[in-house]
């Protein structure tokens, strides 16, 4: 089996999921300011539904707030992982969650929809569900040739994490907002060493 069909948009989709929990959910630094910890539950459940919705279609309740940004804040550690070239600790990170939100693969089917294989059983709470699936998608991409597509921002004063899925990998930022604030600051920095 190719990496191609392993990195299928599902696993992709989910691990954007991932991607979207992790940015809005766990405090740290956004496109060079303060990312600060949501005030309150109802902020942190708005923050969150903001991605969950787009993503799935329902609304985040105030009880799984918290769950799920620990979920966020497990799978940013993964991410942190992978961006500090240590795979071997993003590993045992992935399959501490596998066996915390007990992922396993199923094929589900809903209505006339065809079969579709999903990380966590029907019956998965919510939270489970998303950071099982969530913990797979990852172990696929840890797992293939992609695992450096997996990344930190690497841009000043961001921490905020991507997927890369560009055709040639080189992506090195969570947005073109943080690109273009590098590229004027290596100018300037230009600018200033030259005149």
């Known amino acids: 089996m190719t990496d191609q069909v392993l990195l299928g948009s599902h696993t992709l989709g989910v691990v954007d999921d991932g991607v979207a929990l992790v940015n809005v959910a766990v405090p740290g630094e956004r496109r060079g300011k303060p990312y600060p910890p949501a005030a309150d539950t109802e902020e942190l459940r708005q923050r969150l539904d903001s991605v969950i ?50 992922a396993r693969p199923e094929l589900i089917r809903r209505d006339d929809q065809p079969w579709r294989l999903h990380f966590h059983s029907p019956d998965a709470s919510r939270v489970s569900g998303i950071a099982a699936a969530v913990a797979v998608g990852l172990a696929f991409v840890l797992s293939s040739a992609h695992a450096d597509r997996i990344g930190v921002c690497s841009a000043a004063n961001c921490d905020r994490v991507y997927l890369d899925t560009s055709r040639n990998g080189t992506r090195r930022f969570c947005s073109t907002a943080c690109q273009n604030r590098s590229k004027t600051a290596a100018f300037r920095a230009r600018q200033a060493t030259e005149g």
Request: zero cysteines; charged letters at 25%.
């Open 53 to 102: 919705f787009a993503a799935y279609g329902y609304p985040v309740r105030l009880e799984e707030a918290r769950d799920l940004a620990r979920a966020a804040d497990q799978i940013r550690q993964i991410f942190g992982a992978v961006a500090a070239g240590d795979t071997d600790d993003a590993a045992a990170r992935i399959n501490a969650m596998i066996t915390e939100y007990h």
